[in-house]
């Protein structure tokens, strides 16, 4: 990997991040990216054993100064409220906001679908992303500028038939994040990133069929890695990234390229 110095257009060294749902999986390759890249951290996630667990191994590859884990349910506004206030305390900006809580409780057909659990899904993965970029808009980046990643997913690009409120949700988070970029440039940069299958724990159900008989619909013939999602986000947030905004990058293996998203 090349070495990321000072005047390096993606070295984060000052930017503070604030990356939800970051106690494993995408969340925490993320933030382990955004940290090797010089930035300061908070995380946050539902489960406070799991979030300082995540913390202590951040810290142990990092300054343990520029790590903060704040445990808190995105869905809840206070939750939202501190985690935005606290980062901001702790290191004097917040330069950078990762959206990447999202919840799926629900499977299969939409006639037969919970309408609660459906309302939580878009609670959670859209209502709350908003709530999250507005705090930080007031907060800081407001009169400081910044930049947002909202992590979405192919599902909100194209029909699965197999998690439809998910992939709904992930469209609507997609489209949240053209209004953003458009009402908040220039200074504040919107993007959105849209992984296809990847290997984590909230995914393994797609693949649990076999994961060599899911990778091989994939021009890339494997499934996705957290680390595959965390180099471009980090990418997206830092300076080289300066005339992207109101974008959905794909990182999907090429599933997209063939017409269908396989069994996802």
């Known amino acids: 990997m090349t070495d990321i110095t000072a005047a390096h257009p993606q070295d984060l060294t000052g930017r503070a991040a604030l990356v939800t749902g970051a106690s494993r999986g995408i969340g925490f390759a993320i933030a382990a990216q955004l940290l090797a890249r010089g930035a300061s951290v908070t995380i946050t996630a539902r489960k406070p054993d799991e979030l300082a667990a995540a913390a202590e191994r951040l810290a142990a590859a990092a300054d343990a100064?520029?790590?903060?884990?704040?445990?808190?349910n995105a869905g809840s506004a206070?939750?939202?409220e501190e985690a935005v206030t606290r980062t901001v305390e702790r290191f004097g900006n917040l330069a950078i906001l990762v959206n990447n809580t999202g919840i799926n409780p629900t499977y299969g057909a939409l006639m037969d679908a919970d309408l609660d659990a459906v309302r939580k899904t878009f609670d959670t993965n859209v209502v709350a992303a908003l709530g999250f970029v507005q705090l930080a808009h007031k907060a800081w980046m407001g009169e400081h500028g910044g930049a947002v990643v909202n992590i979405a997913s192919v599902a909100g690009i194209r029909s699965s038939g197999v998690i439809p409120a998910y992939g709904a949700s992930k469209a609507a988070l997609i489209r949240l994040?053209?209004?953003l970029a458009w009402q908040l440039g220039p200074s504040i940069r919107v993007n959105a990133v849209a992984p296809a299958i990847?290997?984590?724990t909230f995914a393994t159900a797609l693949y649990a069929e076999g994961e060599e008989?899911?990778?091989?619909?994939y021009p890339m013939k494997r499934l996705g890695t957290?680390?595959?999602v965390a180099g471009l986000v980090a990418f997206l947030v830092s300076d080289a990234a300066s005339w992207i905004t109101g974008e959905t990058v794909r990182v999907d293996g090429g599933i997209l390229a063939t017409g269908s998203l396989g069994s996802a």
């Open 65 to 72: 100064d520029r790590v903060l884990a704040l445990p808190g």
């Open 78 to 80: 206070d939750a939202r």
């Open 177 to 179: 994040t053209e209004e």
């Open 198 to 200: 990847v290997k984590t």
């Open 213 to 217: 008989k899911v990778s091989a619909a």
């Open 226 to 228: 957290p680390e595959d």
